[in-house]
């Protein structure tokens, strides 16, 4: 047990600290091109950090066969933007909160309200076409197709969007760390890192942070079932919390510096990204019949999204109490799931 504990400590801090090399290699990238704040959030730092838990139903889909695998596959792809809408939202929260009283920053959070709202509203509009239109005009084959070229061809035309919208630039003001260790062991004419450099630090950063992920996830599930506690519980709610972990730590890294448009464009460009490619795998190699829980975490995903929308639309801000009560929708399907299983 103290071996797990430990490799459950390691994880967290492999977590931490390549997360922080992300962000910041993530932002020296974005400055190299002179890109805007909600391209880097949006774009480049959510599809990099949405690997983890896009191969993960990509392997139950095409490499393991029975229906369980497939069940398995659609779950995990449906997991992620509930995860993101709910967990995610409420760890800037309480970043916020907890930078609150430390008299660090004012309890608000600075986004680029127009760049945040098309996020959504790309995202609830291909989100809800794939798990409502199957549901109501049948699963047929070229019916399916048909919504997965909307899909992708509606997340080419947002990255469109994106590029050309308004966004303010980089809020950057650290050396790239891997430039900073290089001039401690002496090497020199590293003033202007090359693009080279740049990406060695963001992809080693996001290989390690996704080793970290899967030592997390792996020690956390041994400690689980030492508890007793059953496995697909743990399947259901703390393995996809894990896997989402590169999204919410470099949230929460941007969160607490300040930087809060690239911190919810790295959540909300991952959900369009996952509602989008893996949803798109889901349509044409699997049944994709959502009912149960896997329906529940789609409807809370979206009214989740809704109210942040809402509230961005009506104030031209956004409070982090408003992102405290869409986690609020995570331990609420905890407790469904909880009583569904005691019952």
């Given at each position: 047990?103290?071996?797990?504990?430990?490799?459950?400590?390691?994880?967290?801090?492999?977590?931490?600290?390549?997360?922080?090399?992300?962000?910041?290699?993530?932002?020296?990238?974005?400055?190299?091109?002179?890109?805007?704040?909600?391209?880097?959030?949006?774009?480049?730092?959510?599809?990099?950090?949405?690997?983890?838990?896009?191969?993960?139903?990509?392997?139950?889909?095409?490499?393991?066969?029975?229906?369980?695998?497939?069940?398995?596959?659609?779950?995990?792809?449906?997991?992620?933007?509930?995860?993101?809408?709910?967990?995610?939202?409420?760890?800037?929260?309480?970043?916020?909160?907890?930078?609150?009283?430390?008299?660090?920053?004012?309890?608000?959070?600075?986004?680029?309200?127009?760049?945040?709202?098309?996020?959504?509203?790309?995202?609830?509009?291909?989100?809800?076409?794939?798990?409502?239109?199957?549901?109501?005009?049948?699963?047929?084959?070229?019916?399916?197709?048909?919504?997965?070229?909307?899909?992708?061809?509606?997340?080419?035309?947002?990255?469109?969007?994106?590029?050309?919208?308004?966004?303010?630039?980089?809020?950057?003001?650290?050396?790239?760390?891997?430039?900073?260790?290089?001039?401690?062991?002496?090497?020199?004419?590293?003033?202007?890192?090359?693009?080279?450099?740049?990406?060695?630090?963001?992809?080693?950063?996001?290989?390690?942070?996704?080793?970290g992920a899967h030592t997390f996830v792996e020690s956390l599930e041994h400690i689980s079932i030492r508890?007793?506690?059953?496995?697909?519980?743990?399947?259901?709610?703390?393995?996809?919390?894990?896997?989402?972990?590169?999204?919410?730590?470099?949230?929460?890294?941007?969160?607490?510096?300040?930087?809060?448009?690239?911190?919810?464009?790295?959540?909300?460009?991952?959900?369009?990204?996952?509602?989008?490619?893996?949803?798109?795998?889901?349509?044409?190699?699997?049944?994709w019949k959502i009912t149960g829980m896997a329906l529940l975490s789609a409807i809370f995903a979206i009214?989740?999204?809704?109210?942040?929308?809402?509230?961005?639309?009506?104030?031209?801000?956004?409070?982090?109490?408003?992102?405290?009560?869409?986690?609020?929708?995570?331990?609420?399907?905890?407790?469904?799931?909880?009583?569904?299983?005691?019952?």
């Amino acid at each position: 047990m103290f071996l797990e504990i430990l490799f459950l400590i390691l994880g967290l801090l492999i977590i931490l600290v390549s997360a922080e090399f992300f962000t910041n290699g993530i932002e020296t990238l974005g400055k190299r091109f002179s890109l805007s704040q909600a391209v880097v959030g949006s774009i480049l730092a959510a599809v990099g950090t949405a690997l983890p838990e896009t191969i993960l139903p990509m392997v139950a889909i095409f490499f393991y066969a029975g229906k369980s695998a497939k069940d398995i596959g659609v779950g995990a792809i449906l997991g992620a933007p509930f995860m993101l809408s709910t967990i995610a939202m409420f760890l800037v929260g309480i970043t916020v909160t907890i930078a609150f009283f430390r008299k660090k920053r004012r309890f608000e959070l600075k986004v680029e309200y127009k760049s945040t709202i098309r996020d959504l509203i790309f995202f609830l509009c291909m989100y809800s076409i794939a798990v409502s239109l199957p549901a109501l005009f049948g699963r047929s084959h070229i019916f399916l197709v048909s919504i997965s070229i909307i899909l992708v061809f509606g997340y080419i035309f947002y990255i469109y969007r994106t590029l050309i919208g308004e966004s303010g630039d980089i809020e950057h003001s650290e050396e790239m760390y891997l430039v900073k260790l290089l001039k401690y062991f002496g090497f020199s004419g590293t003033e202007n890192p090359s693009i080279i450099l740049i990406l060695l630090q963001v992809l080693g950063a996001l290989t390690i942070m996704i080793k970290g992920a899967h030592t997390f996830v792996e020690s956390l599930e041994h400690i689980s079932i030492r508890f007793g506690m059953d496995p697909l519980i743990f399947a259901l709610l703390l393995a996809p919390v894990a896997t989402e972990l590169p999204e919410k730590f470099n949230s929460v890294t941007w969160t607490w510096k300040g930087r809060d448009t690239l911190a919810l464009g790295n959540i909300t460009g991952a959900m369009v990204f996952q509602a989008t490619f893996p949803v798109t795998v889901g349509l044409l190699f699997t049944e994709w019949k959502i009912t149960g829980m896997a329906l529940l975490s789609a409807i809370f995903a979206i009214i989740s999204s809704i109210i942040i929308l809402t509230e961005l639309n009506i104030r031209k801000k956004l409070s982090p109490l408003t992102l405290l009560l869409c986690g609020s929708f995570y331990f609420l399907y905890a407790i469904v799931l909880f009583s569904g299983n005691l019952i």
